[in-house]
């Protein structure tokens, strides 16, 4: 299986502030990766596919980036509705495999 | 807008087979087009894919679980289900049932709608 590690797995900060998560891939997975917001008691929901592309309906502060082994999620201006835990997912494999989660947390 | 609701027994005894349903709306399972799967969630855990299938393609599970498990359809009720047998405290998790990328594209172990998910609880 493809291993999926985050980072951090957790982080504390505050609105307006910028946020960087990193995900990195046991074997080149090429831009077949995606990224999940999940709020407590919800479902996850999808953010990012292709690495870099947005969803229709996410916000512009959200940015993909990244292909091969290595790549991040960019949150440019924290808004009060992105607390949450955020998962990648790479489905370049079979199995598919999802990163442990980085939750986002208020300062 | 594709819905998918998961039903089923919320506890479950150890050694016995958990049963899960998803019924689908917005969307026809035996069209063939998209897989579906099913994924869980350990409480304060990570998610894990547990296995899929397409009408038109094939049914594969996770190798972790593979032994135990097992998906089945029911076009006829836009329904799909989920058999884990010899259950252990360990499968205590939230199920969710997903829709994948269609068949044959990328996309297929990319899932776009999930339900809202079912606590499933092992415990005698």
């Known amino acids: 299986d493809i291993q999926m590690t985050q980072s951090p797995s957790s982080l504390s900060t505050s609105v307006g502030d910028r946020v960087t998560i990193t995900c990195r891939a046991s074997?080149?997975?090429?831009?077949?990766l995606g990224w999940y917001q999940q709020k407590p008691g919800k479902a996850p929901e999808r953010l990012v596919y292709?690495?870099?592309r947005l969803q229709s309906g996410v916000p512009s502060t959200f940015s993909g980036s990244g292909s091969g082994t290595e790549f991040t999620l960019t949150i440019s201006s924290l808004q009060p509705e992105d607390f949450a835990t955020y998962y990648c997912l790479q489905y370049n494999s079979y199995p598919p495999t999802f990163g442990q989660g980085t939750k986002v947390e208020i300062k | 807008q594709v819905q998918l609701q998961e039903s089923g027994p919320g506890l479950v005894k150890p050694s016995q087979t958990l049963s899960l349903t998803c019924t689908v709306s917005?969307?026809?399972?035996?069209?063939?087009?998209?897989?579906w799967s099913w994924i869980r969630q350990p409480a304060g855990g990570g998610l894990e894919w547990i296995g899929r299938f397409c009408t038109s393609g094939s049914t594969n599970y996770n190798p972790s679980l593979k032994s135990r498990v097992s998906i089945s359809v029911d076009t006829s009720k836009n329904q799909f289900s989920l058999d884990m047998t010899s259950v252990t405290a360990a499968d205590t998790a939230v199920y969710y049932c997903?829709?994948?990328?269609?068949?044959?594209?990328?996309?297929?172990?990319?899932?776009?709608?999930w339900g809202q998910g079912t606590l499933v609880t092992v415990s005698s």
């Open positions: 997903t829709r994948g990328g269609p068949l044959n594209s990328a996309y297929e172990y990319y899932f776009d709608y």
């Open positions: 074997q080149d997975i090429r831009n077949n």
């Open positions: 292709a690495a870099s």
């Open positions: 917005g969307a026809s399972i035996g069209s063939g087009t998209y897989y």
